[in-house]
Nanobody, 123 residues
Framework: QVQLVESGGGLVQAGGSLRLSCAASGRTISSYNLGWFRQAPGKEREFVSRINWTGGSTNYAESVKGRFTISRDNAKNTGYLQMNSLKPEDTAVYYC????????????????WGQGTQVTVSS
């Protein structure tokens, strides 16, 4: 079993930055692909970004490309999402998830996920 805990969310003004962390416990995630997703009120959960187990491949949703950067530190068993130039439409609960075999942007294909952290961007 893998437990994931997100942190780093909060309230920020438009144009500001936040860095989300996803700390894993129970098992090393160094062999897992890691993804970030978000869900705004009244909307479906959507893909934000993913990084493969080595950290050598990344992928972003068009809406965050150029503003968000995903990374990981396998020695710390932690993933990160650096969010810059935040916009009000980035407001959502952000979730991290890991997948042992899937390299995918589909939420349901991930094996474990965290409880989420709220990000609110004011205009």
């Amino acid at each position: 079993q893998v437990q994931l805990v997100e942190s780093g969310g909060g309230l920020v003004q438009a144009g500001g930055s936040l860095r989300l962390s996803c700390a894993a416990s129970g098992r090393t995630i160094s062999s897992y692909n890691l993804g970030w997703f978000r869900q705004a009120p009244g909307k479906e959960r959507e893909f934000v970004s993913r990084i493969n187990w080595t950290g050598g491949s990344t992928n972003y949703a068009e809406s965050v490309k150029g503003r968000f950067t995903i990374s990981r530190d396998n020695a710390k068993n932690t993933g990160y999402l650096q969010m810059n130039s935040l916009k009000p439409e980035d407001t959502a609960v952000y979730y991290c998830a890991v997948s042992r075999f899937g390299w995918t942007s589909t939420w349901s294909q991930y094996d474990y996920w965290g409880q989420g952290t709220q990000v609110t961007v004011s205009s």
